[in-house]
């Protein structure tokens, strides 16, 4: 059993910078992601680190401006947003699961789910 609790959304100005938490205790062997849901809109993927924590895949609206990362032995997953948009506004969730490459970008492969944190871009 993986629980999942997401921390450090908030209300920032566009350009501006936040740094999400996962807090993930037993997640160990398990890859986690991040995916955003907005409001009228189906939930979609962010990024994600598998398991081994050395490879990385990110949606291209995010490639370039958001980086998750991996603290073992801290049990947590960061995921660093940078030149925000008003188009990232969302909640955000992390969720961890065992996918495969070809469904890790996938809502479905994935086990636990956090109860998400909000994220406001607006000036």
């Known amino acids: 059993q993986v629980q999942l609790a997401e921390s450090g959304g908030g209300l920032v100005q566009p350009g501006g910078s936040l740094k999400l938490s996962c807090a993930a205790p037993g997640s160990t062997g398990y890859s986690v992601a991040w995916f955003r849901q907005a409001p009228g809109k189906e939930r979609e993927f962010v990024a994600a680190i598998k398991a081994s924590g050395g490879t990385t895949y990110y949606a291209d609206a995010v490639k370039g401006r958001f980086t998750i990362s991996r603290d073992r032995a801290a049990s947590t997953i960061y995921l660093q947003l940078a030149t925000l948009k008003p188009e990232d506004t969302a909640v955000y969730y992390c969720?961890?699961?065992?996918?495969?490459?070809?469904?890790?970008?996938?809502?479905?492969?994935?086990?636990?789910w956090g109860q998400g944190t909000q994220v406001t871009v607006s000036s």
């Open positions: 969720a961890a699961g065992r996918p495969i490459t070809s469904t890790i970008r996938t809502m479905g492969a994935y086990y636990y």
